[in-house]
């Protein structure tokens, strides 16, 4: 078992196999002495060992070969001055230490620490730890804890899957990080109550919390180090703790790069920024930060900020692009920059606001909305510094507090150059002077531009509509000039639009067009677009949503913002429960809008139907977007001129031929969602180009001409369309999941069999014709008769989805319209909008909502609602293999519906009947729904919920489903009113519904 060495030193071997070793690690320390050496050999040995003598261990082997495990009691005490630990694995779990080091220096290398416990490693006052290539993993707690004066150095260790925080150092620890790396915890470091610390060329990546955290007056020294993707803020200080960041780099932040707050402060030197999300520093209450030679880029808020009384000095630094305003110092704060840069800011580059101070001593401020500003009280200077190219004011001091401006440079600004307190011309070096500039309005019409403008307009392909609507427009502007110089009233115009259509149909082309028209004509002092998606103006609590639409607006003030696929504010956030923060921004961009009505056009942008829910969010939205323009889908022959377009901008042509072959392939590719009109037509033509490429390759001859021409062999194929049975590939794991689905609904019994039988009998038809058998002729049209709210549109888009799976429809996309989408104001008018509607379900299914509509007269004159049935009757037969029609509605309505147009019936062959919900199914959606918005209902508020259902009558508005999430909406309300008084709440307390928070009936039954 020993072995005796030419010096002092042995060397005891553990096996739990080998002859002549110790079995377990803790008999090899029992009989070692000071100074041997313990060499465990591979294997498993769960015990729990105590170090009490300066002895080595030294796994042999392969990196976790040797493995020693326990769980309770740690699975490594030291208690002795000095051990040396080499090639270990331990493993821990139950316990709240896996490694004690109650005293003296433990050396652990190449070993790796895989706990589940509270804590990996502990080091005690007195103690010491090093570890050298260690990886420590603890998804169930913190990895490192060094407090009260114990000492810790880390040297290339890596900390993975950490639950908590990887090194934490408190009361006076002192841990030591040098080419570290953490990854995959909550937290890297977090230094309190007095802990110090120091990392070195260290890289944290991939936290889901606060990456770096220093308070409760700590010190941490960091250097030369990386910090990426953080779900929060990379690096917080506070409680009066002093951080040094130097030579390092913070990107991707989902929250603030650096926050300083509670009386602490940062130094900063050469420390990089990308990509924060929120600012790149914070600085608030009565802390402070020295910035220098730093450099933010890409922030996605305003990028250094000092609020409350905080403190911030910036010298030699630079600030790059960003959504908000570069530099903004509040409340009572302080900021001073010398020779620092701001470009490309999307707000003010310098803004200083309420009771604040700003001074700039040289340094750069250029492109960016505006350029520096004081407003409110705010007070300061500038000195030497350099404001151009800025899409507003250059210098504005818009304060009552007094600014010195002396020897700056202010020139090339789309705004006035400066602003000064009275308008007394103030003499700048680069620039003119504020008598130049002071009060300036929109620039003067230019008429040279607006022709040139128009004649673009006029150039695009196809978009008739909407050029008359556009040249409508001007006209318009014009005559209330003209009326406003003649001394009348100019006539009411609202400059907002809404432009509806498919995608790809030119909408973004137009509005950026339209605001360098209002340019010209004088409306808009700029002309930029602003374009901006749901994501831009929601933010994911409560009031940053206003904060974000507010800074968007603030872009496009001078312009246009832009705002695609605008519906989506108005319909949830999407998750069933909590706050609509979509609502917030059309809210706040209503008074926006109102607050600035002579600054910016908004153009709200989406599909058709989508968008008239939008308008009907909040009542004032259909007073300020009074003039719709719609954006029509391409004709095949005007996907051909696009085509043809790209081929003249780079050097191609179609042959005569290759123009008809284009043409047969835009008129049969199928419309579905995948659809992109001039996208579509740009996609077609880049891989027109790749098969020319490869059919040319091996050619070596071919000249000028044969490179420039594009021939019909250089179309591809029709992608799969949507085809009868038997002719896609069926996806039998995907028709389970989704009958599972179905089965899973509430209620719907007979909708549930219905469907089955219908998926059955498909998948019998594809059967026997695969077998060379006459397959059935199955109509797969359905009517969906029932009331409003029992799932119509669920089981539709479930339909849709297994037609696909089945290899019926090539998509299954479910393209949803009412009467108002088909039916138009004119003679031909519905026709057109009844195939556009068509023609985006080609692939998959066309839902009619209240169907029968288009079957009921509206007044005298011509019924266009009929006209919608023909076309689509006719539609149904040209694309009988591509389109299934689901049209819904009352079932003693849709008898009418049917009657319309002969052809209606033997195309409806199936119907599919929707019960009324009972009361015992209402409950379960309630439940349902209740759990996931994070609340749940106790056996007597079920009770409670049926008596609610079982006395309400039901007339034929009741909702059903809609009703049940009306209710509990209700019920939460209620209960958020029940515990708005509790102090100290409980967990059950903020999520259990009582009795007393379900509603009584609106409508009970009589009495009998």
């Not at 779990?93 to 509270?118: K, M, P, Q, T």
């Not at 896609?728 to 899973?744: K, N």
């Not at 549930?752 to 797969?780: I, Y």
């Not at 919900?917 to 609340?935: C, F, K, M, R, S």
Request: aromatic share 4%; charged share 25%.
């Amino acid at each position: 078992m020993t072995t005796r060495m030419t010096g002092v030193r042995s060397v005891l071997g553990v096996s739990p196999t080998e002859p002549d070793c110790f079995r377990t690690v803790g008999d090899a320390i029992s009989a070692a002495r000071d100074g041997d050496v313990i060499a465990v050999r591979p294997g498993v040995y769960p015990e729990s060992i105590v170090l009490d003598r300066d002895v080595t261990l030294s796994g042999s082997g392969s990196p976790g070969e040797v493995r020693i495990e326990a769980a309770g009691a740690p699975v490594l005490r030291v208690t002795v001055e000095h051990s040396e630990v080499s090639g270990i694995e331990f493993a821990h779990s139950d316990g709240e230490v896996a490694i004690d080091l109650r005293a003296g220096v433990l050396n652990l290398d190449e070993c790796v620490v895989a706990a589940d416990s509270e804590v990996a490693v502990v080091v005690r006052r007195g103690a010491a730890f090093r570890a050298g290539a260690t990886t420590v993993r603890n998804p169930g707690g913190a990895g490192v804890l060094v407090f009260d004066g114990a000492k810790t150095e880390l040297t290339g260790c890596t900390f993975t899957s950490v639950g908590t925080t990887a090194v934490v150092a408190r009361s006076g620890g002192t841990p030591t990080m040098v080419d570290c790396v953490v990854t995959g915890a909550k937290g890297a470091v977090l230094a309190a109550d007095g802990g110090r610390g120091e990392l070195r060329g260290c890289r944290i990546t991939d936290i889901t919390g606060t990456a770096i955290v220093v308070e409760e007056n700590s010190e941490l020294t960091v250097t030369g180090t990386d910090v990426s993707t953080v779900d929060g803020v990379a690096v917080l200080s506070a409680g009066g703790s002093r951080p040094v960041l130097r030579d390092c780099r913070i990107t991707e932040t989902t929250a603030q790069a650096i926050v300083v707050t509670q009386n602490a402060s940062v130094e900063l030197d050469q420390v990089t920024v990308d990509g924060a999300r929120g600012h790149a520093v914070q600085v608030l209450e009565g802390s402070a930060a020295d910035l220098t030679d730093c450099v933010f880029t890409g922030t996605g808020h305003d990028a250094v900020v000092a609020g409350a009384d905080g403190v911030i000095r910036l010298t030699g630094c630079e600030i790059t692009g960003g959504s908000g305003h570069g530099v903004l110092a509040e409340r009572q704060a302080r900021i001073t920059l010398r020779d620092t840069r701001v470009v490309g800011a999307a707000a003010a580059g310098l803004l200083a606001r309420d009771q604040a101070r700003l001074d700039i001593d040289g340094g750069e401020v250029r492109e960016c909305q505006s350029g520096v500003v004081w407003r409110g009280q705010a007070g300061g200077s500038i000195t030497s510094c350099a404001v151009r190219d800025n899409l507003g004011d250059g210098i504005a001091v818009l304060s009552d507090e007094d600014v010195a401006v002396t020897d700056c440079v202010a020139e090339r600004n789309l705004g006035n150059d400066t602003r000064l307190p009275g308008g007394a011309p103030t003499a700048l070096p680069g620039g003119g002077s504020t008598a130049d500039t002071q009060g300036a309005g929109p620039p003067a019409g230019d008429a040279e531009e607006l022709e040139a403008l128009l004649a673009e307009l006029s150039a695009l392909v196809g978009l008739d509509g909407v050029k008359r609507e556009v040249e409508t427009l001007v006209r318009l502007h014009q005559m209330s000039e003209r009326r406003a110089k003649a001394g009348l009233p100019s006539p009411p115009l609202s400059r907002h639009l809404v432009f509806t259509g498919a995608p790809g149909t030119g909408k973004t082309t137009v509005a950026r067009l339209y605001g360098r028209i209002l340019t010209a004509l004088g409306v808009l002092k700029n002309g930029q677009l602003v374009e901006v998606a749901r994501p831009d103006l929601v933010a994911s609590v409560v009031g940053g949503t206003a904060i974000k639409t507010t800074e968007m607006f603030t872009r496009a003030i001078g312009g246009v913002l832009f705002i695609d696929e605008a519906y989506t504010l108005s319909q949830g956030n999407g998750s069933g429960g909590g706050p609509d923060f979509g609502r917030e921004a059309i809210d706040t961009l209503v008074k926006l809008m109102e607050d600035h009505r002579d600054e910016v056009v908004v153009i709200v942008a989406g599909y058709t139907n989508d968008m008239r829910s939008f308008l009907a969010a909040n009542p004032g939205l259909s007073s300020r977007f009074s003039r719709t323009i719609e954006f029509a889908d391409y004709s095949s022959a005007e996907l051909v001129t696009i085509v043809e377009g790209l081929c003249r901008g780079h050097d191609y042509r179609l042959e005569f031929e290759t123009r008809a072959a284009l043409h047969a392939y835009f008129t049969n590719l199928p419309r579905d969602a995948a659809f992109g009109n001039g996208r579509t037509a740009r996609k077609v033509f880049e891989e027109m180009l790749g098969r020319q490429a490869y059919r040319l390759a091996d050619d070596p001859d071919a000249g000028h001409v044969a490179l420039t021409r594009l021939l019909p062999d250089d179309l591809g194929p029709l992608p799969g369309s949507s085809v009868g049975a038997g002719a896609g590939r069926v996806d039998e794991e995907r028709i389970d999941q989704l009958l599972a689905t179905l089965r899973g609904l509430v209620g719907l019994d007979e909708v549930k069999a219905e469907v089955s039988d219908m998926v059955d009998l498909l998948a019998s038809a594809r059967r026997r014709q695969a077998m060379g058998l006459p397959a059935p002729s199955v109509s797969r049209h359905l009517i969906f008769a029932g009331p409003p709210g029992t799932g119509k549109t669920t089981v539709a888009r479930l339909y849709g989805s297994l037609l696909a799976a089945l290899g019926v429809l090539a998509q299954g996309q479910v393209t949803e319209v009412a009467r108002a989408d088909l039916v138009g104001e004119y003679v031909g008018h519905t026709a057109r909008r009844t195939t556009e509607a068509f023609d985006r379900a080609r692939g998959g299914v066309l839902f009619i909502d209240e169907a029968y509509t288009l079957s009921s007269s509206r007044g005298s004159g011509h019924d266009f609602g009929r006209e919608a049935i023909d076309t689509l009757v006719k539609l149904m037969e040209d694309h009988r293999d591509e389109v299934v029609v689901i049209a819904a509605g009352y079932e003693r309505e849709m008898g009418g519906f049917l009657a319309a147009n002969p052809g209606l019936s033997s195309r409806f062959s199936h119907r599919v009947r929707f019960a009324d919900y009972t009361p015992d199914e209402l409950v379960t959606i309630v439940n349902q729904h209740a759990t996931t918005a994070g609340y749940e209902c106790t056996g007597p508020t079920v009770a409670a919920l049926r008596t609610h259902f079982a006395k309400m009558r039901r007339g034929e508005s009741f909702g059903n489903g809609r009703y049940a999430r009306q209710v509990l909406d209700e019920a939460i309300a209620h209960h958020a009113r029940r515990t708005r008084s509790l102090t100290d709440p409980t967990m059950d307390d903020l999520c259990v519904l009582l009795p007393e928070d379900v509603p009584a009936p609106s409508r009970p039954d009589p009495a009998p």
